[in-house]
T-cell receptor, first 118, second 110 residues
Framework: EAGVAQSPRYKIIEKRQSVAFWCNPI?????LYWYQQILGQGPKLLIQ????????DSQLPKDRFSAERLKGVDSTLKIQPAKLEDSAVYLC????????????????FGPGTRLTVT | GQNIDQPTEMTATEGAIVQINCTYQ??????LFWYQQHAGEAPTFLSY????GLEEKGRFSSFLSRSKGYSYLLLKELQMKDSASYLC???????????FGAGTRLAVHP
């Protein structure tokens, strides 16, 4: 079974530029997550999709970050304009549909995109 | 609010046993995950506890006490490849949102 795919793997941009990341989840996984992981910290959830609907975007800086999951499959995360503090690894994860609180569905993570903003 | 605490770093000797603790405070608690993350790689699933008690899986075991807001990950017969960060993550709310701790960086030496 293919894992979660992400591209690009690395990106270097200057502040105020824009950047987009792409994620293709495991086939059949209804739930897709975008996380930001700053060096030395745990992943922080930015946005969670269930099929193509957003169920949590409470920690997404909406003035500069946007994400979409058209057709309920792959997803893109965009930053516009980027700031120095956006330098981090952006992880995409997917899991089967969670129907009940406490459902034991582990999240499968992609390799991540390492973003450096200079 | 929510808070997850785990030690920043630990060291241990190859072949030994190490226990990594995690304490948490959160509302809407569903269960607790442990993930392993090697440097420069994505997190991979180790264990999930929803009920109090010990879950054993090979060399790794995980314990949960819901009343105390406490969990630990026990690694036995340590190998050099176990050198990694270990992330404690709480699942909360109706959509099983994961809140991660900062991770414990474990160094295994000969």
């Amino acid at each position: 079974e293919a894992g979660v795919a992400q591209s690009p793997r690395y990106k270097i941009i200057e502040k105020r530029q824009s950047v987009a990341f792409w994620c293709n989840p495991i086939s059949g996984h209804a739930t897709l997550y975008w996380y930001q992981q700053i060096l030395g910290q745990g992943p922080k959830l930015l946005i969670q999709f269930q099929n193509n609907g957003v169920v949590d975007d409470s920690q997404l800086p909406k003035d500069r970050f946007s994400a979409e999951r058209l057709k309920g499959v792959d997803s893109t995360l965009k930053i516009q304009p980027a700031k120095l503090e956006d330098s981090a690894v952006y992880l995409c994860a997917s899991s089967p549909l969670s129907r009940l609180a406490g459902d034991h569905y582990e999240q499968y993570f992609g390799p991540g995109t390492r973003l450096t903003v200079t | 609010g929510q808070n997850i605490d785990q030690p920043t770093e630990m060291t241990a000797t190859e072949g030994a046993i190490v226990q990594i603790n995690c304490t948490y405070q959160t509302s809407g608690f569903n269960g607790l995950f442990w993930y392993q993350q090697h440097a420069g790689e994505a997190p991979t699933f180790l264990s999930y506890n929803v009920l109090d008690g010990l879950e054993e899986k090979g060399r790794f075991s995980s314990f949960l006490s819901r009343s105390k807001g406490y969990s630990y990950l026990l690694l036995k017969e340590l190998q050099m490849k176990d050198s990694a960060s270990y992330l404690c993550a709480v699942s909360r709310g109706g959509y099983n949102k994961l809140i991660f701790g900062a991770g414990t960086r474990l160094a295994v030496h000969p």
